[in-house]
């Protein structure tokens, strides 16, 4: 488990070492850049494995943290600094003005660039549309709903997972009726 950990923090520093210094947490970053994304979602999965087998290995929940913080997925981010928090009974000043940031960052992020009719329609549009194809863990209907409706998607997508709906199937149950 150790040399996983390891490998995850490799690949979390090499992201950031190709992100250069655009990659600074300003309030305005709203997404990784397209590159480093594979990257970490790599190392996400690492340590995704690594807390199913060991689900209080702090190491791997604070890299969590940093890995949801610089994939933009702030509400998760907050969720695993705070866990790595409580198990390690330690609140230095970095982390809680971290965890002040990624609030801040969240509050931000979860601004739906459309109105609650609109949500509805985007609803009911995806429960229409997985009638006849399942979700395939993508937000292609959620997509083609904002193209045809000339709404920005990249802003549309990182509000819903912001919201905990990471593909279509989730928009429905943790967004619209959530
Ligand atoms: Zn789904």
New binding site residues.
């Given amino acids: 488990m150790r040399e996983s950990v390891q490998q995850a923090k490799d690949l979390i520093i090499k992201a950031i070492k190709l992100s250069g210094d655009s990659f600074a947490r300003s309030l305005d970053r709203k997404a990784p850049k397209k590159k480093v994304v594979p990257l970490l979602k790599n190392a996400k999965n690492i340590l995704l494995d690594v807390i199913r087998t060991e689900p209080d290995n702090v190491e791997a929940i604070r890299y969590l943290a940093q890995v949801e913080d610089e994939l933009c997925h702030f509400s998760s981010a907050i969720k695993y600094l705070e866990k790595y928090m409580e198990l390690t009974k330690q609140h230095s000043k970095k982390d809680l003005a971290r965890l002040y940031r990624l609030r801040e960052h969240s509050k931000e992020a979860r601004i739906l660039p459309i109105s609650q009719e609109k949500l509805e329609d985007l609803g009911r549009y995806i429960e229409q549309s997985l009638l006849s194809s399942p979700?395939d863990?993508t937000f292609r209907f959620t997509i083609a709903w904002a193209k045809r409706n000339g709404i920005n998607v990249e802003q549309l997508c990182s509000a819903l997972e912001e919201r905990g709906g990471y593909?279509?199937?989730?928009v429905i149950f943790n967004v619209v009726r959530g």
């Fill in positions: 979700c863990h593909c279509d199937c989730e």
